[in-house]
């Protein structure tokens, strides 16, 4: 299964989010393509949620996220089996050993993280270079079922324009 099958997991995704729907904390972390989908994952939740969340880029976690780690913090690890994800397992295992919640966003039929990560969201297998935009659907639902369980309008999130003005 590709691309078709993102939406598969939804059911999956929605359960997860209503384990995590009452934090006011989250923080995604993502190495190399993964960093922009971490930074992505957390504006969606932010915006739509109003949930405090940060995208950081994971081999930086040393510098200061991981002093806010705790089990009141989840952690978003996009973690698919890539070139960098010997180093990202090793920052879930960080987290984990704070007493973190990890949801880590894996390579389809990728078993090395059960046991390890809170929850698992799979993403489909696609080109490495068109992961980052498959990685984004699964984050774009998961902030949506965050926020319709905390009874947000996602249709219309406060103080959000349509468009940006630059000047």
């Given at each position: 299964?590709?691309?078709?099958?993102?939406?598969?997991?939804?059911?999956?995704?929605?359960?997860?989010?209503?384990?995590?729907?009452?934090?006011e904390?989250?923080?995604?972390?993502?190495?190399?393509?993964?960093?922009?989908?971490?930074?992505?994952?957390?504006?969606?939740?932010?915006e739509?949620?109003?949930i405090?969340?940060?995208?950081?880029a994971?081999?930086?976690?040393?510098?200061?996220?991981?002093?806010?780690?705790?089990?009141?913090?989840?952690?978003?690890?996009?973690?698919?089996?890539?070139?960098?994800?010997?180093?990202?397992?090793?920052?879930?295992?960080?987290?984990?050993?704070?007493?973190?919640?990890?949801?880590?966003?894996?390579?389809?039929?990728?078993?090395?993280?059960?046991?390890?990560?809170?929850?698992?969201?799979?993403?489909?297998?696609?080109?490495?270079?068109?992961?980052?935009?498959?990685?984004?659907?699964?984050?774009?639902?998961?902030?949506y079922?965050?926020?319709?369980?905390?009874?947000?309008?996602?249709?219309?999130?406060?103080?959000?324009?349509?468009?940006?003005?630059?000047?």
């Amino acid at each position: 299964r590709g691309v078709e099958g993102l939406a598969d997991g939804a059911g999956h995704i929605e359960t997860i989010a209503t384990k995590y729907a009452q934090v006011e904390d989250f923080l995604f972390l993502g190495r190399g393509l993964g960093f922009p989908v971490a930074l992505e994952g957390a504006l969606k939740l932010k915006e739509v949620s109003y949930i405090h969340a940060e995208g950081y880029a994971a081999g930086e976690m040393k510098h200061g996220p991981i002093a806010l780690i705790d089990e009141h913090m989840p952690t978003l690890a996009i973690a698919p089996r890539d070139e960098v994800f010997d180093k990202m397992r090793s920052n879930i295992e960080q987290v984990r050993a704070r007493r973190g919640e990890v949801i880590a966003m894996v390579s389809r039929d990728d078993r090395s993280l059960d046991g390890i990560a809170s929850d698992i969201i799979e993403l489909p297998e696609v080109d490495p270079s068109l992961t980052p935009l498959v990685s984004v659907v699964p984050l774009q639902l998961l902030a949506y079922y965050i926020a319709t369980e905390r009874g947000a309008d996602v249709d219309q999130p406060r103080n959000l324009a349509k468009t940006v003005v630059v000047e």
